[in-house]
């Protein structure tokens, strides 16, 4: 928005606000509303001239009290001419003290602000009972009273304006730092497959040169297999640099992060309720711990219990409940993931740690989930040296526990 819509903009809220006044203690000289709104504004704005702003408020509210004198008051032109100057003399003084006295240079310190908006308001508004010639020491008393009353109000609203700013900008920084740790989740557990997979070419090479000294005498197959060999060193150099290049990246983040538990629980609380309310589900979940540690390279946490939790989504319907809790004794950490669903079929719990193995389908296409979340996270549990136990009860729902070594996760 341009500067000169900003001014008319404020000059026309100040000349409504303007309107709503009301005369203290019984007196005939009346206070308005206008008043507060100019001086939140020109707290608030930075790139505002406080002359300026006074000149464009004061000619609004003189020329909407005209108006409203001539149309509504059926006043003569003069009269109310007359009558509503002093308002607008009052605005240019005002602006002119708060330029003066460099209100905005003070307006982190509440004392300094108030007192120098009370004294501004106050100087201004007996300016303009001289020229209305209703002037006397009660009169006086009056406009300091209200002075610092209306100073009062503005910093309060200056305050909350404040408050709510940074409450946008901690849920900006809150969210974005959800999806970074999510992001960089996701990245370490893909990485678990790209470490197998540098076994697997390893292997396949292996097997491809064996075949060359089975078959070096022939020249054809000789030719054949050392041509396998060749690419699939290729494709290992390839996959080694993309595998080195996920490891720099998350190796930066892990020497230089660290977070605790509790803010752990937050991160993954903000992101599942929203997808619980992206699955239209009505589900209760809740997390609970023993006591608060620092996780040194929590990504691994992050990709075991999102794992867990969104599988307990997709088997919860409205009313069931989840929880994430968290124990500990002297050498181990245990965490909980349990819900109320539909829970899994004692012949399958064998089975669902295995790399592709899944039980769920999509019911508009057929098409079959990965089956790879469940592997995610054996892998990473054994990476930590710990345990990982299902149980299930049918419908009565389920329960994954884990078993981790405190030292796995820097958690003493």
Not at 315 to 339: A, M, Q, T
Request: glycine share 6%; hydrophobic share 40%.
């Amino acid at each position: 928005m341009s500067k000169i819509k900003k001014y008319i903009i404020i000059s026309v809220i100040v000349a409504l606000f303007g309107e709503i006044y009301f005369y203290p203690f019984e007196s005939q000289f009346k206070f308005s509303a206008g008043v507060i709104i100019f001086n939140l504004c020109i707290l608030i704005m930075d790139d505002m001239s406080e002359v300026t702003m006074a000149i464009l408020c004061g000619l609004g509210v003189f020329m909407t009290r005209s108006t409203f004198g001539i149309l509504l008051l059926h006043q003569a032109l003069i009269d109310t001419v007359a009558f509503n100057f002093p308002s607008l003399v009052y605005y240019l003084i005002y602006g002119v003290l708060l330029w003066a006295t460099k209100v905005k240079k003070y307006r982190h310190n509440i004392v300094n602000t108030i007192f120098l908006l009370a004294l501004t308001d106050s100087l201004s508004n007996i300016i303009e009972a001289l020229m209305r010639n209703n002037i006397n020491f009660y009169i006086v008393r009056i406009i300091i009273f209200v002075g610092f009353i209306r100073a009062s109000g503005t910093y309060l609203a200056y305050l909350t304006n404040n408050k709510q700013k940074l409450f946008i900008l901690n849920s900006e920084h809150q969210k974005r730092y959800t999806e970074l740790n999510l992001l960089i989740s996701n990245i370490q557990a893909e990485m678990f497959y790209l470490k197998k997979s540098m076994n697997d070419i390893e292997k396949v090479m292996s097997k491809s040169y064996s075949l060359y000294e089975t078959y070096k005498n022939n020249e054809y197959l000789r030719e054949k297999t050392l041509d396998i060999a060749r690419e699939v060193h290729e494709i290992k150099k390839d996959h080694y640099r993309v595998l080195k290049g996920f490891e720099a990246l998350l190796e930066n983040f892990e020497d230089e992060d660290s977070m605790s538990l509790s803010n752990i629980f937050t991160i993954i609380k903000d992101n599942t309720s929203r997808y619980i309310k992206e699955s239209q589900k009505e589900i209760v979940i809740s997390f609970e711990y023993e006591k608060d540690f620092t996780v040194r390279a929590h990504y691994n946490l992050f990709v075991v219990l999102n794992n867990l939790i969104v599988n307990s989504i997709d088997d919860c319907e409205n009313g069931d409940y989840i929880k994430i809790s968290e124990r500990e004794d002297e050498n181990n950490i245990y965490f909980e993931v349990g819900d109320t669903g539909k829970g899994i079929d004692e012949d399958i719990i064998p089975y669902i740690f295995n790399p592709g193995f899944t039980t769920k389908y999509d019911e508009i296409t057929g098409k079959s989930s990965t089956g790879i979340g469940l592997s995610h996270v054996k892998n990473i549990i054994d990476d930590l040296g710990g345990l990982i136990e299902v149980k299930s009860e049918g419908t009565l729902g389920t329960t994954f526990i884990l078993k981790i070594p405190r030292k796995s996760l820097n958690g003493g």
